[in-house]
Nanobody, 120 residues
Framework: VQLQASGGGLVQAGGSLRLSCVAS????????MAWFRQAPGKERELAAT????????SYADSVKGRFTISRDNTKNTVYLQMNSLKPDDTAVYYC??????????????WGQGTLVTVSS
């Protein structure tokens, strides 16, 4: 599966952005999806996950209550709605996919990243 992320940009603290990630192919609903982020000088961290159906989600403590991950399997798209943004949310955001039943613990497929910059 190939992933294409978009929606990043410059926003003031307290503002909102919605990221999108479109997947190629016709088997999108056989993948669990996630958004990761990597801030300048820091390691990549997992921000949010959603299972293949969209029924189950999880969030890092740092984004819980502010970010919402969702997916539309009819559009092969996963979203990350980001509200109440803080300067600490500044990072490159990556979408990633992991096939259902994969024996690998990680995510095998990655998008190219989209930059989110939050000004104070």
């Amino acid at each position: 599966v190939q992933l294409q992320a978009s929606g990043g940009g410059l926003v003031q603290a307290g503002g909102s952005l919605r990221l999108s990630c479109v997947a190629s192919g016709r088997t999108f609903n056989t993948y669990h999806m996630a958004w990761f982020r990597q801030a300048p000088g820091k390691e990549r961290e997992l921000a949010a996950t959603v299972n293949w159906s969209g029924a189950s989600t999880s969030y890092a403590d740092s984004v819980k209550g502010r970010f919402t991950i969702s997916r539309d399997n009819t559009k092969n798209t996963v979203y990350l709605q980001m509200n109440s943004l803080k300067p600490d949310d500044t990072a490159v955001y990556y979408c990633a996919a992991r096939a259902i039943g994969s024996t690998s613990p990680g995510y095998s497929y990655w998008g190219q990243g989209t930059l989110v910059t939050v000004s104070s």
